[in-house]
């Protein structure tokens, strides 16, 4: 069963500074995608970015980024220019492609951004 | 489309009361996820569908869970009896074309507190 661990259960960064978050995963597919969710305090979960296992290119979605090692199974996100509204629990995600569309969550790590 | 709709957005019941979740997905879409959010098992898949037809019930705790989908838009999700380890947060979420891509939308979730 595929399997993902988020290490760090709370991390802080300053107001316009850059934070990584941490996410390894287990598989033994080839192929799949992986992905970042944002869910503020709201509780609306809001796709923050996708990779497909296949590409090697790493996502960018304007400031945020994704670190994508497919032989070490570890996808952090990146945030540059950290603003007050990117504070949320953020949940890595893993689905395969073929086969079974549900989506795997690791168990999130709450941002805390400092003004 | 106004999105996932989950109804209601709060309830608080007694142990031993059923109840039930209410879903309405995105229309088009043709997969539909129920999540449980808690602080101790992070998001749990209970159950989905494809086409209105239950596929993986496998996370599905225990005979007191049940889910059905009559139709394509509407889903229900029915404890019966509750009981305080029921408390969490219930999300269902959809999928399919989002004018996009393919992917995933969830709704705002049902915050369940049994006393």
């Known amino acids: 069963a595929q399997t993902v661990t988020q290490s760090q259960p709370e991390m802080s960064v300053q107001e316009a500074e850059t934070v990584t978050l941490s996410c390894t995963y287990d598989t033994s597919e080839s192929d799949y995608y992986l992905f970042w969710y944002k869910q503020p305090p709201s509780r609306q979960m809001i796709l923050v970015i996708r990779?497909?296992?296949?590409?090697?290119q790493n996502a960018t979605e304007n400031r945020f980024s994704v670190n994508f090692q497919k032989a070490a199974k570890s996808f952090s996100l990146k945030i540059s220019d950290s603003q007050l509204g990117d504070a949320a629990m953020y949940f890595c995600a893993y689905r395969r492609i073929q086969g079974a569309q549900k989506l795997v969550f690791g168990q999130g790590t709450r941002l805390t951004i400092n003004p | 489309d106004a999105g996932v709709i989950q109804s209601p957005r709060h309830e608080v019941t007694e142990m031993g009361q059923e109840v039930t979740l209410r879903c309405k997905p995105i229309s088009g879409h043709n997969s539909l996820f129920w999540y449980r959010q808690t602080m101790m098992r992070g998001l749990e898949l209970l159950i989905y569908?494809?086409?209105?037809?239950?596929?993986?019930d496998s996370g599905m705790p225990e005979d007191r869970f049940s889910a059905k989908m009559p139709n394509a838009s509407f889903s229900t999700l029915k404890i019966q009896p509750s009981e305080p380890r029921d408390s969490a947060v219930y999300f269902c979420a959809s999928r399919g074309w989002t004018g996009i891509t393919y992917g995933y939308t969830f709704g705002s979730g049902t915050r369940l507190t049994v006393v």
């Open positions: 569908f494809n086409n209105n037809v239950p596929i993986d």
């Open positions: 990779q497909e296992a296949y590409k090697q």
